[in-house]
């Protein structure tokens, strides 16, 4: 047998989903037979046969997969409990198997396929969304790329209707239905408190806060997931605020992303320009946006003052 | 053997895994460490703590990268991000030398992340070759490959591990990552003679050993890096070290992480073993 169809097959069987009971299956979902397969590959020995020889790297596989999943995702966890998540995690692997070299990319594809899969949350498939928003959020902006900030300089002399400012790449903006960071600290403190108290008060105190949040009206809030010191953090934006970040992210020049984000805002026209000053100070303290590519449009931008 | 091509001729003694449960001992009680061994993809990232604590650990230590997902034995060619990514971390790290797992774990662009044994025929000793000096080459410093622990065999395997071991390092020129605890923990699964292994291994290809704890089931043994290294993982480790000599090496400790100075503790045990190849070496 080829290297290339023995690995194959012995992927796909390592890959096949385990019982209830965490055992390897005799018949996969597609018909195979696991005992054939398995000895048509492996050899038995004195003590396992070919297919309990397979079934030990077709168990850590999903112990392996399971278990890295169930870390980025607490929240998620937390939302739809502890027998749902699991169910969700094992559908949603087999669907999206890792294709990264680093198991760090393991839930990339989980909001949209939550999307795509609405009874897999049940009724709390908003707020689930919203929390795998957040988690995967927090991920890229714990180990995302930071690039040299702005600084005020840089700005001197630079046309604002044609400047085009990049937010760092660590930096998620997100709109989201529910107060899902507030919850997720929460279940992160859960977490932390084991130590102090019990397993089970953690989860009731879990679950009603879950179920407090899911009763709410789901009311917009916008959110920014960042980094600051190396720790990430997530902080509340006005609306308006929002628009102009999302703007500038979405590559539009800086007089139109403000101008489009004020548009139809109930703040008074006589505050805004104070509001937005704030809250370009806010920004720039937070280093949120990169230093200034020399690209043909930001000179010219420049040279035309 | 003490300094070779294969670990870019350092001399380096008795080293750990840098894990994060020690990153707070690390930074602030200064340990004296001869080298920490990181795993590569935990900072084959593009910025945040990981790669600040990193860069604080490289100011006082020296630092080796260990991979676990470059997969030498997959059939499929070299991922090119994986490669990338690989490089840069390198340049940053100084390591002297690269080490990762005589296995595949990917097919078809999906990843099992598992260390999944090699079929040995010649077919895969070329391919994983090639591999390997494919990696060496773009990343510019001297590889060295691990033997797995394993739990299953397979029928179109034309050669024992050992000689499938020796035929990839000697088509690839490359170093061999001697992990005694892996050879142990699949001696026992595949009933072979461990020493057999270790006596068999090119001695001036060896640029690092690695030794581990393990877990006992009652029909084979898993290899879980949860416990102490066991008297007969020493044995092997000894004989080792008598072929070899003083050589880099590094206890795996993973899972159920104890503290620093027990893990720090346990891998200094090494020394009585080094010590008596220093002493055969001046005599």
Redesign the interface.
Known sequence: ????N???R??RA??TPLTHSERMRTVAPDGRSMRAVAS????P????T?F???E??NR??WF??LS?FAEDFPGVRAVLGGRRFDAMAKAYLIDC????????NLGSRLVSWLQKHPSRAGERQNLAVDMARLEWADIEA?????EPSLKPEDLAGVNPAKLRLRSQ??ISLLALRYPVDDLLLEVRKDSDDLDVASNAFNERHKRKRVGAVAKLNPSAIFLAVH?LD??VYFRRLDREEFAILSALQAGKPLSAAIESALRGSLIAVADRAAHVEKWFHTWAALGWFCRLEKSPKNEKAASRQ | MPANRFNGHTDYGIGIGLRSPHYHHILTRKPVVDWFEIIS?NF?????????ILDQILEQYKVVQHGV??YFG???RP?RE?LRRLKTLVQRSKTPWLSDHLC?G?????????L?PM?Y?F??AR?TAQKIREVRDFIEIPVAVENVSS??????SEMTEWEFLNEVAERADCGILLDVNNIYVSSQ???FDPFTYVNSVPAERVAQIHIAGHSKYR??I?DTHDHPVIDPVWKLYARAIERVGHTATLLEWDDSIPSFDEVHDEALKANRFLASASLAAAV
């Open positions: 047998m080829k290297l290339l023995l690995q194959r012995m992927a390592v890959m048509q590959i492996i050899k020995n004195d003590r396992l070919s309990e020889r397979l030990i790297y850590q596989y392996r997969v890295a198997p890792s294709q990264s070299f680093t198991l760090r714990f180990d995302g790329l930071r790449p660590y980094r190396e720790d | 993809e084959m990232i593009d910025g945040g703590r990981p790669l600040r997902s470059m997959s059939a499929e991922n994986h595949w990917s097919v078809d662009g999906r990843y099992t992340h598992d999944l079929p025929t077919e895969a391919s739990y299953a065999e397979f029928h179109v699964n595949h009933s029909r084979y898993l």
